[in-house]
Structures are given as C-alpha cells and as structure tokens.
C-alpha cells in the first residue's frame, strides 16, 4: 500500500482568476475548434460540446439537437439499428456510434455495417478500461474501423491515456465516479478528483498528439470552464442537459400536463442492469443511484445558449480568444 502526497482538486476547489485582456467584447471569441486526430485521416469542426450516452441524454432528439447546434451528439448503446441510422445519416460527423464490448456490441456494429455503411464516429464506453486484456477490444475496433474517429474510456489517470493512444484510440474519456448519477466512490472507493484527472490526462495526452473529454462532474456552466482551462479538448455531461425538453425516459407531470421532472438513474444501477441484462450476474453489484428526479429545465436550445454564453464570458474575463487557449491564459485560485 502506498499514499500519493499531492491534493487532488475537484471543480469546487478552484476558480479561474480574471486577465487583463485585449478582447473588448464576448463577441469576439471563437467556440469552434478544427480537430486532427493521431490515427484516424479525418478532421472535425465543432464546438467541443457533447451530450452523454446515457438513457436519458443519449436518444435520437438530443443528440441530433446537439448537432443542429454545431455541437457534438452522442447515442445510448441501447438504441435499435433503424433509430442510430436516422440520426448517423442526418449528421454523420456529429454525432457518435456507441457500443459496448459484450459479443452482442460486436454483432450490432458489424450488422449495422453490413446493413448501412460504416460510420465515422464511434464511442466504445466501458466504466472501467483498467482491465488490461479489455484493450484488445480497442485495437479489434481500430482494424475493423481504421477511419473512424474512436472515443473510449473511462480512466483517469496518465498511464492508461498512454495504453489507449497506443491502441488506436483519438480521444479518451476521462473521469472515473464524478458523475452526479454514479456511486463508484461511495460503493468501491475508487475514483480520482475530476479536475486533476483532467489536468493530468490532458498533459499525458498533448504530448502523444491525443486529445481527451472531460466526461462528467460538470454541475454547472462554470464547472465547464474550468474543464476546457484544465486542459480538456471536449467536455461531456449528462446533468447539465438532464431535464431538458428532448430527453427521453419517464416524465411526471403536472396537474396542467406539462413536463415537471424527469426520471434519472445510473448505467451501472440495478434498474439499468434489470433492463439491459447484469442483474443476475452474482459477481456484480450496484454503482449507480436507483432513481432521481430531476426538474423540468426547458428546451435544449435555452439551456445550449445559456451554456455558451457563460463560455464565451469566462473566455473573456481570462483573455483566451479561442477555447484550446484557455489552457495557456487559465490561472486557477484554490477556494479551500
């Protein structure tokens, strides 16, 4: 057993210290970023925004809303054939394939394949990539898809940035339980300060010419501006857009039949393992919460363009013109 000295600082621990500036007006920043990757030939404008892939944030309205927006979308791994067609042929750079590395993941993608075409943004999302044998997954991915731009994760720590970059991976997902939904630390222990994890999985990643997304932990517009200052490439969140008009699930609704809360749970829940098979599994146990409601917020373009101007406002106040400076001009205050 050993003990690591350094403090890790999650989002609460910090703020951003305002710059002198030349910028005289929000106006004047730029949100969208030209993206080249290590393995795959193709390039990506957008602004580096993503929706998470869970049940209730990753149907078919978000993330085409999402793409609409010159964000990026990303679908549930639970989605049929006919629904992850109807959104890849609307916006086939925008928006990622998802999947997981069960046999039936495999079939899906290689049937999906066959049936349409192969596409160009894929996410491989599994909640622990420590597992050394479970890269060969990434590696079989990258051969069968050697142009596809290959998200994957989650880790949280430099060493496994290096392994996935290595074996064909563009962008790593970054976060291990920071998510509001996910009970990982409380259930296992394990876990590392998110913004840490960004900060260090950031440098790790620069330095192969690999990028990495901030995936979860992000409570609030400034909690974003810290991710893109600590170093991130793309953020994803499911909380922020939780509750919003286009997601999916169960709705309550109030006594004028308008939506008042929706229903939120874990991916590593009992009700989502009761749904998507695990539950009989003896080796394996909860890690996400059961059930939490969350409150109506509106359309998912009020909350974008309020999430975006709270961007380009914490741009301006620390003097970065575009997001990927913001590593170079941040200065981060600790509150603790």
């Known amino acids: 057993m050993r003990i690591l000295e350094q403090v890790g600082l999650d989002f609460k621990d910090v703020l951003l210290v305002p710059k002198v500036s030349r910028l005289a007006s929000r106006q004047e920043v730029i949100l969208e970023r030209e993206f080249k990757f290590l393995h795959s030939p193709q390039k990506l404008t957008c602004i580096p925004i993503m929706n998470s892939n869970l049940d209730t944030t990753g149907g078919l309205k978000i993330a085409a809303k999402m793409a609409a927006f010159g964000l990026l979308g990303v679908l549930s791994k639970h989605l049929d054939l006919k629904q992850i067609f109807l959104a890849l042929s609307m916006y086939p750079n925008k928006i990622f394939y998802t999947m997981g590395i069960r046999d039936s993941d495999w079939d899906k993608l290689i049937e999906y394949c066959r049936k349409y075409e192969k596409p160009n943004l894929v996410c491989m999302d599994i909640a622990n990539f420590y ?81 990495i997304v901030a995936d979860g932990g992000m409570k609030t517009s400034g909690d974003v501006c810290k991710a893109f200052a600590a170093g991130s490439d793309f953020i994803m969140s499911a909380s922020l857009f939780n509750g919003c008009d286009e997601c999916d699930g169960e709705w309550r609704f109030n006594s004028e ?40 917020k509106g359309t998912l373009k009020d909350i974008v363009q309020d999430l975006l101007g709270a961007l380009r406002s914490s741009m301006t106040y620390t003097g970065a013109r575009r997001i990927k400076d913001m590593n170079k001009t941040a200065t981060f205050i600790k509150v603790y």
Not at 179 to 199: D, F, H, M
Not at 270 to 295: F, P, Q
């Open 257 to 296: 039949n308008c939506k008042e809360q929706l229903l939120t749970y874990g991916m590593s829940s009992k009700r989502a393992m009761s749904l998507y098979g695990g539950i009989d599994k003896t080796y394996r146990t909860s890690e996400g919460n059961e059930g939490t409601w969350v409150n109506y």
């Open 131 to 211: 597992c050394i044998p479970l890269l060969d997954n990434v590696k079989k991915l990258r051969e069968l898809l050697p142009n596809a731009i290959i998200m994957a994760g989650n880790i949280c720590t430099p060493e496994m940035v290096e392994h996935l970059t290595f074996n064909g991976v563009d962008i790593i997902k970054v976060g291990i339980g920071p998510g509001e939904n996910c009970k990982t630390r409380e259930v296992t222990g394990v876990g590392y300060p998110q913004l840490s994890a960004i900060i260090e999985c950031a440098s790790a990643a620069h330095g192969l010419d690999s990028l």
